[in-house]
């Protein structure tokens, strides 16, 4: 199953979900139709298998590591490491998460609650932080800036290229806790 | 044009790009399809006028009004708050060039040319926070970091919620420049 799937999200990538034909699938995972339709009835099928893997995936045993995590910055550099290793380990099936989930349309559903375990999760930490003492919107508006900076790197990053996912990692949650202009790693060069 | 331009990136945001017609666009414009046809001889050149337009809107004067700000941070913010503020007016607009822009393919081309302007002017404001003396991988890294937390809005910002444009804007200034940890607007409340 995960030979069809490793071959569909690579298609979905390159010629977009809507435009695979499960013909094209069959022959990327050289299996006939026949051996595929033997798991899969339909190509959203495929596209629900692969991200309801890996949202298991991010979700998996995260609450009880994060429990074994000591101090309210500590678990958010943790969930960030965790977020960019995981979305960088696997750049196909992040983009097409993000980018195409939503063609799944009503199959989404299962797909969007576990994002939302996961937002939840994250949400949680960050409330922590501010002691739980933090208005709903603005906790919301804090989290899916934390989101957009983590998940945005489907669009430009590169897992070859000379930043390292835990270089990426850093540079995020130093912005994200100090910014470029209080963090020490971000310090101006002297005159 | 711009009826027929607001008709279409409606429906691309409810139905999707690929599985928008040309008959839902003519109904939804209230217009016969001779009318479209004598704008746009297909899809895909409406999606093009669309996306064409919001960059033009994203770059038309920016270099200048840049260069009437003072201070590295003061152009900073001004760069997020401009931003925030064409992308949650025309919220439909950005979520289709951010999501389904790739599908224009070949066309894309010159909308990948501004997008290359408007990154590059962002990442220039960004190095002279630095004197110039950042490496260039570092720097594209906190450039599309910041695109991040901005584009992303199209995910989850609703511009009818409680929370202004002008409230997101500076949370995300704040978080950029000095992290939940250092901004004064994100105090940690007292014991």
Redesign the interface.
């Known amino acids: 199953m995960s030979k069809i799937g490793n071959a569909a999200v690579k298609l979905f990538n390159e010629r ?1 979900y ?2 695979t034909t499960m013909d094209e699938i069959s022959s990327a995972a050289k299996m006939s139709k026949g051996g595929i339709y033997h798991y899969f009835l339909t190509k959203s099928e495929i596209l629900f298998f692969i991200l309801n893997n890996f949202m298991d995936l991010l979700l998996e045993g995260l609450e009880e590591k994060l429990d074994g995590v000591e101090g309210d ?1 500590e678990k958010i550099k943790f969930l960030i490491y965790r977020h960019i290793e995981y979305h960088t380990k696997y750049p196909s099936v992040s983009k097409t998460l993000l ?1 195409q989930g939503h ?1 799944l349309r009503s199959e989404y559903k299962t797909i969007a609650e576990k994002e939302k375990k996961y937002y939840q999760l994250v949400a949680s930490v ?1 409330s922590d ?3 739980g ?1 933090i208005e709903k ?2 906790l ?3 989290t ?2 934390l ?7 489907y ?3 590169n897992p070859k ?3 390292t996912a835990q ?2 990692s850093e ?2 949650y ?10 020490p790693i ?1 310090k ?2 002297k ?1």
């Open positions: 977009g809507l435009e910055l980018q063609l960050l932080f501010w002691g003492r919107e603005r919301t508006a804090i899916f800036t989101f957009g900076m983590c998940n945005w790197i669009s430009w990053y290229g000379p930043v270089e990426l540079i995020i130093q912005i994200f806790t100090r910014g470029i202009d209080q963090s971000f101006k060069p005159n």
